[in-house]
């Protein structure tokens, strides 16, 4: 099977133009492929056409099929797409971006679907917006994109799949379908389902209780705000693998409100304590994990330019912001801004601000 290479122009369909698709596309006009893009909705289509990822794909498109054909589509809608687009011979190879797996090609499989020019592939970048309006060409940069080949799929239909994702600017990682819904169960899908239970409380909430709101609810609660639409068939294509992960959490949340109310605070302190294990353990921006960061605060007017000034201040000291977060003071002209950096860079930071007359607490 021929497909082009690394580093020349490509001829891609992008079916589905929602926020994942149109950012693939994006990214791939970026270094000069040449995009067609479909979607049942053809005022998405416009719409990323507008943006420029790319332009309408016509039946008397003859230039014959694409190198690659991206499947933007949910879940449950990706085996019966696969089918029609090879039945029109779209494309020498095809992919997806679903975030579930085994569903699909499960799906793709009962149809009689070619499953030797597909990879199965999701890459794990995206937000709770939707739609073409919240797409970028960078949504992709240093994100993992996972790649689901099975035994059937062609080296070269992995290997032109493998080079989409890189031109996106992602991070390769090849796994087996069955491990890659096991594994987004815990780390996206089961978490979200979390953040919509504890959001669900804040419905009913009393005024004074919202009104104390801090971060902390906002960071816990944040990714509460998808597509019920969207969430629903992505949750119901990977149903057994994320119920696994919500029993596990409630498990953790009944015991937990069990001690509280025997007054056993050892056994919440190994909550908590675990959870903090848990957390640490996460990759930061080079791979390193989540505890090799100091956080140094720093209180900062709510006014044009001061973000600027303060990360000026930081390279004026030599130190590199690893990541930063905002908290907003509700009512108030300020806000306090957490600048994570490498331990042995917190105090020079923190004293260069400190003498430019930044207010850094502790």
Excluded at 20 to 36: C, H, I, M, N
């Amino acid at each position: 099977m021929e497909v082009t290479i690394i580093g020349e122009a490509r001829r891609v369909v992008v079916i589905g133009t929602g926020m994942v698709g149109t950012s693939v596309a994006l990214a791939l006009r970026e270094r000069g492929d040449e995009v067609r893009l479909a979607d049942r909705d053809p005022f998405a289509v416009r719409l990323a056409v507008e943006l420029g990822a790319g332009e309408p794909l016509r039946d008397a498109d003859g230039d014959g099929p694409a190198d690659i054909a991206v499947l933007a589509v949910p879940p449950a809608a990706v085996a019966a797409t696969l089918l029609d687009a090879q039945k029109r011979d779209l494309a020498r190879v095809y992919t997806d971006v679903a975030s579930v797996k085994a569903r699909p090609l499960r799906e793709a499989a009962e149809l009689g679907c070619d499953l030797g020019s597909f990879v199965a592939g999701h890459p794990l970048a995206g937000s709770e917006r939707s739609g073409p309006a919240a797409a970028r060409g960078d949504l992709f940069l240093g994100r993992p994109w996972a790649l689901c080949p099975t035994p059937e799929t062609s080296q070269s239909a992995v290997a032109a799949a493998a080079a989409l994702a890189e031109a996106c600017g992602a991070q390769i990682a090849v796994l087996d379908a069955e491990e890659h819904d096991k594994a987004v169960a815990l780390v996206s899908h089961g978490p979200h389902v979390a953040a919509a239970a504890v959001a669900a409380r804040l419905q009913s909430a009393p005024e004074a209780a919202l009104g104390l709101a801090g971060q902390g609810v906002r960071d816990v609660t944040r990714i509460a705000d998808g597509d019920p639409e969207l969430w629903i068939g992505i949750l119901s294509s990977n149903a057994a693998p994320v119920a696994d992960v919500i029993d596990a959490v409630a498990a953790d949340l009944a015991a937990t409100a069990a001690a509280l109310r025997a007054g056993l605070e050892t056994a919440v302190t190994a909550l908590l304590e675990r959870g903090g294990a848990g957390r640490d353990r996460l990759p930061g921006k080079h791979g390193d994990r989540g505890g090799a960061y100091a956080v140094v605060s720093v209180v900062i007017p709510d006014r044009p330019g001061e973000l600027a000034l303060l990360f000026q201040t930081a390279g004026v000291a030599g130190v590199n912001i690893e990541d930063v977060m905002i908290e907003h003071s509700p009512g108030r002209p300020v806000g306090v801004v957490e600048l994570s950096v490498k331990p042995d860079a917190a105090q020079r930071l923190a004293d260069e601000l400190r003498a430019r007359g930044w207010s850094v607490p502790g």
